[in-house]
C-alpha cells in the first residue's frame, strides 16, 4: 500500500513540476506533455521487458491488448482495465471507471480541463509497453466525468 501512495505523490509531483517550471518561462505546456508522455514511454518500455520475460510470444493483437488490460495494468494501478473493446480493425478503446490517478481530484467538472496533463504520462506508458511488444501505435486519452477516462 505504501508504494501505491509513493506512486500517486511522484506522479503529482511530476507533473506540477513540469507544468511549475512552463508557467516560469522554461518551456510551454505542449512541451510538457510531451516530456511527460516521454518519461511514460520509457518506464512502459522497460516494465514490460520485466513483465514478460518469462511468458509465452502472444499469438494476435487481442491477445496483447487482454495482457494490457489484466496483468500490466493490475501490476501497474493495482486493478484491472473495467472495459476493452475494439472494432477489429486495429482501434482498441480501454475504460477505467476510477482511475487511481484521477480520483486524487474532484468528482466535479471544475478540474476536467486539467485532467489530461495527469494522463499524459500513462499514455507513455502503454505506448511504450506495446512498441517494446512490437505494436507501433497512437495513444491518447479522454475524460468526460472524472475519474473515468478512456
Excluded at 511530476?14 to 508522455?37: D, I, P
Excluded at 478540474?111 to 506508458?125: D, Q
Excluded at 511488444?133 to 466525468?145: W, Y
Aim: glycine share 8%.
Amino acid at each position: 500500500m505504501a508504494d501505491e501512495a509513493l506512486f500517486l505523490l511522484l506522479h503529482s509531483e511530476m507533473v506540477a513540476g513540469l507544468y511549475r517550471a512552463s508557467e516560469q518561462g522554461e518551456g510551454e505546456n505542449g512541451r510538457c506533455t510531451t516530456k511527460l508522455e516521454s518519461m511514460g514511454f520509457r518506464v512502459g518500455q522497460g516494465l514490460i521487458e520485466r513483465f514478460t520475460k518469462d511468458t509465452a510470444r502472444f499469438k494476435d493483437e487481442l491477445d496483447i491488448m487482454k495482457f494490457i488490460c489484466k496483468d500490466f495494468w493490475t501490476t501497474v494501478f493495482k486493478k484491472q482495465i473495467d472495459n476493452l473493446r475494439t472494432n477489429h480493425q486495429g482501434i482498441y478503446v480501454l475504460q477505467d471507471n476510477k482511475f487511481r490517478l484521477l480520483t486524487q481530484m474532484s468528482a466535479g467538472k471544475q478540474y476536467l480541463e486539467h485532467a489530461p496533463k495527469y494522463l499524459a504520462f500513462t499514455c507513455g506508458l502503454i505506448r511504450g509497453g506495446l512498441s517494446n511488444l512490437g505494436i507501433k501505435s497512437i495513444v491518447t486519452a479522454e475524460v468526460s466525468s472524472m475519474p473515468a477516462c478512456k
